[in-house]
């Protein structure tokens, strides 16, 4: 059960990895990172705002 799970584990992994390596995440650093996210925020609190003004 224990090496199933494990197994599982590792594969979703290297799926994850792999699929990083294909979209060009693979490299990012920490900071990069941080500002995907940051700006991320930052456009979806833009978006509901507009929606909020609208009401939508």
């Known amino acids: 059960m224990l090496k199933d799970v494990t197994e599982n584990a590792l594969k979703a992994l290297r799926e994850i990895q792999e699929e990083a390596k294909r979209n ?3 490299e ?3 900071e990069e990172i941080n500002l995907e996210i ?3 925020r930052r ?3 833009a978006k509901e705002a507009r929606l909020r003004l609208v009401g939508g």
Do not use: D, I, P, R
Request: proline fraction near 0%; charge should be negative.
């Open 38 to 40: 940051y700006l991320a």
């Open 43 to 45: 456009e979806s609190e």
């Open 24 to 26: 060009g995440t693979a």
């Open 28 to 30: 990012m650093t920490l």
